[in-house]
């Protein structure tokens, strides 16, 4: 973790004063390499399912799995959206962050649960 110093002068676009010791006239920000942040944030946040022969990787938003899926443009199959018809049938392959398979999800797939396979309308992103 690096502590920078700004002051009024590092304001200024394109400027950077040199660092000063008077605390009255300093602002310290804390700065954390952005593009690594970034990396680690996507590797571990993105929820990655598979379903036929499409695999799309969703941003976890709260609320179900196949809603999320949805809004974000990845056209997961389904069709009633009760956990039912079996049509949202996913394969989890990274998915921090979601919830344990409910009692629906454990009827329709029965063990196909230990293999990370979930139903997409029911499974929730917490
Ligand atoms: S849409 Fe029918 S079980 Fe999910």
């Known amino acids: ?18 660092v000063r010791n008077s605390p009255t006239s300093t602002l310290v920000e804390k700065v954390e390499p952005k593009q690594r942040s970034n990396e680690i ?3 571990f946040e993105k929820i990655i399912v598979v379903q036929g022969s499409n695999k799309f990787e969703i941003s976890p938003s709260k609320g179900k799995l196949l809603d999320a899926a ?22 989890v392959q990274q998915g921090p962050g979601l919830s344990k398979p409910n009692e ?10 230990n293999n990370g396979y979930r139903l997409a309308c029911q499974a929730v992103i917490l």
Do not use: D, S, W
Request: hydrophobic share 25%.
């Open 41 to 43: 944030k996507t590797h």
């Open 70 to 91: 949805l809004n974000q443009g990845k056209p997961i199959n389904y069709k009633c959206r009760k956990g039912t018809c079996g049509q949202c049938t996913v394969q």
């Open 104 to 113: 629906r999800e454990q009827e329709k797939l029965g063990n196909e649960v």
């Open 1 to 18: 973790m690096n502590n920078r110093v700004f002051t009024v002068g590092t304001l200024i676009p394109g400027k950077i004063a040199p």
